[in-house]
C-alpha cells in the first residue's frame, strides 16, 4: 500500500495553469514542483524534500515562467491561475549546466565512492552532462574533527549548503541539534561550540544523512566496516520490532558476507511518503543491527532438562513441549488458568494470531497486550 503525504491545501479551489504548453489543475497552495510531479514531469531538486518548508537554496530546479524576468525555483513557487510555465528549454539547460559546473568545481569527485551512499549531486551532474572541467576550489568549510560521536560524520569540503540537514533537525526532529554556521564560502553545519553531536540535543536519529543529498552528512558505520558502496547492496524491507510503531525500513544487505549467508550492514528508510513512518527512523530502527550478528544470540529452541538446565532442541521438540505444557494446564484447572500476554513489538499479524490461539484452540478469553496498559 502507498501512502501519499497529507497536502494541505490553502482552498479547494481547482484551478488550471500551463505546463510545457498543456493545461493542467492544481489547487491552490501548490507549488509549481508539485504540480509538475503530479502530472509526471520531472525536475531536478538537491535542496528540495516533500517534509521541509521549500527553502530554494540550490537553484537546480528553476523553471521558466511566461513574463517573469528571471528563473524561478519551481520548490519554493506557488502556481498560479494562468500561469505558463516551461520546465525546459535552452535557457534552463545553459542555467542547469553552469551552475552544476560550479558544484563540480567545488565537489570532491571522490566522495560519491568513498562515502558508500549514492551522491544526487554527481548523478545530477553527469545526467545533465555538465563541465567537470572549470578547476577546483579548496573547501574553506569547517569540519568538526573532533565529533567522535560512533554514527553520525560531516565531511564539509561535500557540503553544498542545501541545508536539508538543518531543516529536518529542526522541522522533522524538532531538535536543532545543528545550523548553518558562517557566510560564503566558509558556509557549513556547526553545532554549538563546535560540540560533538553526543554533547547537543541530537537524538542520533540519522535523519540528516538521509535527507542529504551529497553524502557529506554520512553514516560512520558502514564506512568503519568498509562495506559495499549502498548502490550495490539488496535492500530487504523489513518492519522493525524495536517497538510498536511499525516503522518500516530497508535492511543493507552484503551477500557475499558471513559465507554467503549475508550481513546487514546499513538500515535506511523507505523514501517519504511511501510508508507510514514517512521516511524517518529512529537511533534503535536505523542504527542498532549489530546484535543480528551477535554470537549471544539464541540460534535454537533451548528446552529444561529434567536437572533444570536449558538444553538445544528441535522446533518440533520446543513446540511439542510448550503445547503439552499449556494443554496440561487447560485440563487439570480449566482454560481459564490459562493467560497470554503478547507484545507491541510484535507485528499485529502477529498479535492477532496470538488472540486467535488463546480464543479458538485454548477456549480462554485470558489475553492481553503490553501497549494496551
Ligand atoms: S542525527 Fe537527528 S537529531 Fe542529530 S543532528 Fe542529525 S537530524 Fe538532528
Ligand atoms: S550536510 Fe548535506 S544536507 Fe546538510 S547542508 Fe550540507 S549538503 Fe545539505
Ligand atoms: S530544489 Fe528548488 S531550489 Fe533547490
Known amino acids: 500500500m502507498t501512502i501519499m503525504p497529507t497536502k494541505v491545501f490553502e482552498s479547494d479551489t481547482v484551478q488550471t495553469m500551463t505546463l510545457d504548453g498543456v493545461p493542467v489543475t492544481f489547487a491552490q497552495g501548490e507549488t509549481i514542483l508539485e504540480v509538475a510531479e503530479r502530472h509526471g ?25 511566461s513574463g517573469w524576468r528571471r528563473l524561478s525555483p519551481s520548490c519554493a513557487t506557488k502556481a498560479e491561475a494562468g500561469m505558463e510555465v516551461e520546465t525546459e528549454s535552452d535557457r534552463i539547460d545553459r542555467h542547469r549546466k553552469g551552475l552544476l559546473a560550479l558544484y563540480a568545481a567545488d565537489h570532491p569527485a571522490e566522495v560519491a565512492v568513498t562515502n558508500g551512499r549514492p551522491n544526487e549531486l554527481v548523478a545530477m551532474i553527469a545526467r545533465y552532462a555538465a563541465p567537470t572541467d572549470w578547476g577546483h576550489l579548496e573547501s574553506q568549510r569547517d569540519d568538526r ?51 560533538g553531536l553526543l554533547d547537543t540535543t541530537c537524538e542520533m536519529c540519522g535523519g540528516c544523512i538521509d535527507v542529504c543529498p551529497t553524502g557529506a552528512m554520512h553514516e560512520k558505520m558502514p564506512l568503519a566496516a568498509l ?72 540460534m535454537t529452541p533451548l528446552v529444561r532438562s529434567a536437572d533444570g538446565q536449558l538444553v538445544d532442541a528441535s522446533w518440533e521438540e520446543a513446540l511439542r513441549r510448550a503445547a503439552d505444557g499449556l494443554r496440561g494446564v487447560a485440563e487439570r484447572h480449566g482454560p481459564d488458568a490459562l493467560g497470554f500476554i503478547s507484545s507491541s513489538r510484535c507485528t ?17 478469553n485470558n489475553v492481553h497486550q503490553c501497549a494496551a496498559t
Do not use: W
Open 145 to 195: 574533527p573532533g565529533d567522535v560521536n560512533p554514527y553520525v560524520g560531516f565531511d564539509a569540503e561535500a557540503c553544498i549548503a542545501c541545508a536539508r540537514c538543518v531543516r529536518y533537525c529542526d522541522e522533522v526532529e524538532a531538535v536543532s541539534a545543528i545550523s548553518l554556521a558562517n557566510r560564503g564560502s566558509y558556509t557549513t553545519i556547526a553545532t554549538v561550540d563546535s560540540l
Open 41 to 65: 514531469k520531472e525536475i531536478p531538486t538537491l535542496c528540495h524534500d516533500s517534509r521541509l518548508d521549500p527553502m530554494g537554496a540550490c537553484r537546480t530546479c528553476l523553471v521558466e515562467i
Open 348 to 364: 499485529v499479524e502477529e498479535n492477532y494470531l496470538v488472540q486467535k490461539m488463546a480464543r479458538a484452540v485454548f477456549r480462554t
Open 227 to 298: 562495506a559495499k558502496p549502498e548502490p550495490d547492496l539488496e535492500k530487504v524491507r523489513t518492519t522493525c520490532n524495536y517497538c510498536g510503531v511499525g516503522c518500516q525500513m530497508d535492511l543493507n544487505v552484503d551477500r557475499d558476507l558471513n559465507d554467503g549467508r549475508g550481513k546487514v550492514v546499513k538500515v535506511t528508510s523507505p523514501p517519504p511518503g511511501t510508508t507510514t513512518n514517512d521516511g524517518n527512523l529512529c537511533v534503535k530502527g536505523r542504527f542498532a543491527y549489530e546484535f543480528l550478528d551477535s554470537h549471544e544470540r539464541i
